[in-house]
């Protein structure tokens, strides 16, 4: 069955740098656009980054842009989301995402989920 497991949150002071991964199974991403969210307690979730199927084309939330950067290795069926100077505010549980249509930053078009992996940034 398709799953999609994140891992490499954690706590990291103000101005440091995480990479999250997703790696996917179950089918094979490459055909799929996939996409990291976030949501923190009470609030929606938010898109964050996506990329395509292939791999070039990429889409940002203006408000991590220049900050994060997604990308993803097909052969090897996993997403990065790697994260430079991290904000208190990028504090969230973070999720990844794929969907065999559409690449943008809506939750609603993606049809596939991880279960999250949460940073925090003090």
């Known amino acids: 069955h398709v799953q999609l497991v994140e891992s490499g949150g954690g706590s990291v002071q103000a101005g440091g740098s995480l990479r999250l991964s997703c790696k996917a199974s179950g089918f094979l991403s490459s055909g799929y656009c996939m996409a990291w969210f976030r949501q923190t307690p009470g609030k929606q979730r938010e898109g964050v980054a996506s990329?395509?199927?292939?791999?070039?084309?990429?889409r940002y939330n203006p408000s991590i842009e220049g900050q994060f950067t997604i990308s993803r290795d097909n052969a090897k069926n996993t997403l990065y989301l790697q994260m430079d100077s991290l904000k208190p505010e990028d504090t969230a549980t973070y999720y990844c995402?794929?969907?065999?249509?559409?690449?943008?930053?809506?939750?609603?078009?993606?049809?596939?989920w991880g279960q999250g992996t949460q940073v925090t940034v003090s």
């Open positions: 995402a794929a969907n065999s249509f559409t690449c943008g930053l809506g939750s609603d078009q993606y049809a596939f």
């Open positions: 990329i395509a199927d292939s791999g070039g084309a990429t």
